[in-house]
């Protein structure tokens, strides 16, 4: 079975420009959760979507927002990109029941200049 | 509300001897805990998870770990560190009942010394 798969695996984006990024769950799983990872924060939850509707929200501004689509697979969008922005953004699936095991995708590193 | 501390943030052993990983929780009700794996420039990846079952929970890899109720830990272990070991460990709760929030602790990078 495949794992959960980001593309892209890299980004260079300027200040002020926007980026989408995509994740697609292991077959089968309903809910994708999405991480930011940076040195001085560490891994951060965002927010998570199950069957098309976001369930769980993080502490991040307005600018970080996500979708998911009939098929599982979701994308976050970040408008207005920072400096800050610059970090490992790691995707999880699951099923989407409760007690379950997330598994992580290979994340996509965004660099903002 | 649910949290996790790691209670040190590098731990080095020397290959062949054992590893512990400290991890103490914070947590209303019976939480469901992890630990994770990441490698240099890889993902994450679990090594094992506590959901109310049994407290002494095996892993992959040789690594095991022990719920205590008593202390609120639920240290890494592992009785040989073996060199592919050599990685950043993440303890994890789940951050509420309903939904899958995972709340990260802040890693411990494990140096094996050859």
């Known amino acids: 079975k495949a794992g959960v798969t980001q593309t892209p695996r890299y980004l260079i984006k300027t200040r002020g420009q926007q980026v989408t990024l995509s994740c697609s769950p292991i077959?089968?799983?309903?809910?994708v959760s999405w991480y930011q990872q940076t040195p001085g924060q560490g891994l951060q939850f965002l927010f998570e979507?199950?069957?098309?509707?976001?369930?769980n929200k993080g502490n991040f501004p307005g600018r970080f927002s996500g979708r998911q689509f009939s098929n599982s697979r979701s994308e976050m969008n970040v408008s207005t990109l920072e400096l800050g922005d610059s970090a490992l953004y790691l995707c999880?699936?699951?099923?989407?029941?409760?007690?379950?095991?997330?598994?992580f995708g290979p994340g996509t590193r965004l660099l903002v200049l | 509300a649910q949290s996790v501390t790691q209670l040190d943030s590098h731990v080095s052993v020397s290959e062949g001897t054992p590893v512990l990983l400290r991890c103490n929780y914070s947590?209303?009700?019976?939480?469901?805990l992890f630990w994770y794996v990441q490698h240099p420039n890889k993902g994450l990846q679990l090594l094992l998870k506590?959901?109310?079952?049994?407290?002494l929970v095996k892993g992959i890899n040789g690594f095991e770990a022990e719920f205590k109720k008593s202390e609120t830990s639920f240290h890494l272990t592992k009785p040989s560190a073996h060199m592919s070991d050599a990685a950043e460990y993440f303890c994890?709760?789940?951050?509420?009942?309903?939904?899958?929030?995972?709340?990260f602790g802040t890693g411990t990078s494990l140096t094996v010394i050859p």
């Open positions: 506590y959901t109310s079952a049994a407290t």
């Open positions: 994890v709760v789940r951050r509420s009942n309903t939904g899958n929030q995972f709340y």
């Open positions: 077959s089968g799983h309903r809910s």
């Open positions: 947590s209303s009700y019976s939480p469901s």
């Open positions: 979507y199950f069957s098309e509707t976001q369930r």
């Open positions: 999880a699936s699951s099923w989407g029941t409760s007690q379950e095991t997330q598994y």
